[in-house]
């Protein structure tokens, strides 16, 4: 996999409402995934494939027609549950949302994940968590937020490498 990211950001906000917004973004030379639903479809399913190698194990992810569910491999605790993706396809982008339904690591169901690809003259890939309810205490700023920026850096790398390959 490519060591550096070009132009690689991350950033991290709390709404009014209390909830996390959470963005990481980073340039490609060339559009990974076409603009169409399978190119949504594509980017969502590479995103959870890297979340369980990132976890190396101890977490599953297993999505399914209802949804997508974050698992403690071996306990049967759900940590996060994600509803059915939502495709969305425009002139310029495609975006994969997955609407968070709650688990062990919310505080409560609402806010989303999105991963998505811009096309243009700077094509972009990027990751959000938007109106997202931790759970309260030190949980997410120690490990959830380092997991996810982690998270991140590795599906762009990885689809970065597959479209070298």
């Given at each position: 996999?490519?060591a550096?990211l070009?132009g690689?950001?991350?950033?991290?906000?709390?709404?009014?409402d209390?909830?996390?917004?959470t963005?990481?973004r980073?340039f490609?030379?060339?559009?990974?995934?076409?603009?169409t639903?399978?190119?949504?479809?594509?980017?969502?399913?590479?995103y959870?494939?890297?979340v369980?190698?990132?976890?190396?194990?101890?977490?599953?992810a297993?999505?399914?027609d209802d949804?997508?569910?974050i698992?403690?491999?071996g306990?049967?605790?759900?940590?996060?549950?994600?509803g059915?993706?939502e495709?969305?396809v425009?002139?310029?982008?495609?975006t994969?949302?997955?609407p968070?339904?709650?688990?062990a690591?919310?505080g409560?169901?609402?806010?989303?994940?999105?991963?998505?690809?811009i096309?243009?003259?700077?094509?972009?890939?990027?990751v959000a968590?938007?109106?997202?309810f931790?759970r309260?205490?030190l949980?997410y700023?120690q490990l959830?937020?380092?997991?996810?920026v982690?998270v991140?850096?590795?599906?762009?790398?990885s689809?970065?490498?597959?479209?070298?390959?």
């Amino acid at each position: 996999m490519p060591a550096e990211l070009e132009g690689f950001r991350s950033s991290e906000s709390r709404a009014h409402d209390g909830s996390i917004e959470t963005e990481q973004r980073v340039f490609i030379p060339k559009p990974v995934v076409s603009l169409t639903e399978d190119g949504g479809r594509a980017l969502g399913r590479r995103y959870w494939l890297e979340v369980a190698r990132v976890a190396r194990g101890l977490v599953r992810a297993r999505a399914s027609d209802d949804g997508v569910e974050i698992d403690l491999a071996g306990v049967g605790l759900t940590l996060l549950s994600l509803g059915p993706e939502e495709i969305t396809v425009e002139s310029d982008r495609v975006t994969c949302r997955y609407p968070i339904r709650g688990g062990a690591l919310s505080g409560a169901a609402g806010g989303e994940l999105v991963v998505a690809q811009i096309d243009g003259d700077s094509p972009e890939l990027f990751v959000a968590v938007n109106g997202f309810f931790a759970r309260r205490g030190l949980l997410y700023r120690q490990l959830q937020r380092r997991l996810h920026v982690s998270v991140s850096r590795r599906y762009f790398r990885s689809l970065l490498a597959e479209d070298r390959a």
